[in-house]
């Protein structure tokens, strides 16, 4: 390599477009950035700590949907064992999500009193990354959108309802096998809350009792139930952490708290996934 070429070619490919004041890294990623995020509008030493931890929780929750966007995507095009890898990934991230309760857990009702009421009507109810998940998970409820109007991420919320949802792409998967017989369950309108189906039931149950014949069926079946039971055990570590910081106090922002919570943590996605387990 000559003298010139050594002078054009950096150090680190990552460096290029780097200013003189960053690293490479911190360039690249945006590190600077991301760590000037944080601005704490009271003195206890707690708020950065729960600062940080939620913006966690939504870099992850954008994370899960890249990665079931793109299964969901992989399914519609029949590229079942993409898919099976892609969801593989989630589930690693879904076990990050769900331990990133554990830094609130150790908050006692003391220490988030201490900033609770800075927080004003924020509440965790108004995250359009975790709606636009639930609605891509198929939990689709057109009301569900309101509470993001007048909002940056309203466009966003209303498109993740008019798409298909992860689970509507595997309903189509099995119909395409003759599994299912096209109707209800795979032409219905994707806006609207999902209704449970004996035929989809049934067809779930065609690949557990015969999981040699439809083995990558079988495996989709178990990797979307591993989804949804981290799902469910996010849910119920959320409700069990609000209700060691508040009791049976109303939630941040004039939402229900513990009771909404109680209610919500019964849902399951994918649910002939877990009615079929009654049946083999």
């Given amino acids: 390599m000559t003298t010139e ?9 990552l460096s290029a477009g780097s200013s003189s004041d960053t690293t490479p890294y911190a360039h690249y990623a945006r590190m600077d950035e991301l760590l000037g995020l944080q601005h704490p509008l009271s003195s206890a030493r707690t708020e950065p ?12 929750f954008k994370l899960l949907h890249t990665e079931f966007s793109t ?15 892609t969801l593989r990934r989630a589930a690693r991230v879904q076990q990050v999500l769900l331990v990133s309760w554990e830094t609130f857990s150790v908050l006692s009702p003391v220490e ?11 509440s965790g109810f108004q995250s359009a990354g975790y709606r636009r998940l639930e609605f891509l998970l198929g939990n689709k409820n057109p009301a569900m959108a309101a509470p993001h109007r007048n909002t940056a991420g309203y466009d966003a919320v209303v498109g993740q309802l008019h798409e298909p949802s992860l689970y509507d792409a595997a309903l189509a998967l099995l119909a395409r096998r003759g599994l299912l017989t096209p109707g209800d369950a795979t032409n219905r309108d994707v806006t609207r809350p ?14 557990y009792r015969d999981p040699g014949r439809h083995r990558d069926l079988h495996l989709l079946a178990e990797a979307l139930m591993d989804s949804a039971d981290q799902f469910a055990r996010w849910r119920y570590t959320h409700l069990v952490t609000v209700q060691r910081m508040l009791g049976a106090k109303p939630g941040t922002g004039g ?10 943590s019964e849902h399951r996605f994918f649910p002939e996934l877990w009615s079929v387990r009654s049946t083999l």
């Fill in 255 to 264: 939402t229900e708290g513990v009771a909404w919570l109680a209610r919500i």
């Fill in 5 to 13: 070429q050594t002078t054009r070619s950096p150090a680190c490919p």
């Fill in 194 to 207: 999902y209704c449970v189906g004996a035929e989809v039931e049934e067809a779930w149950r065609a690949v």
């Fill in 71 to 85: 299964a969901r995507d992989q399914l519609a095009d029949d590229l079942l064992d993409d898919a099976l890898w």
């Fill in 112 to 122: 988030f009193a201490e900033f609770r009421d800075v927080l004003g009507s924020a």
């Fill in 49 to 60: 700590g729960f600062i940080i931890m939620s913006q966690v929780k939504e870099l992850l």
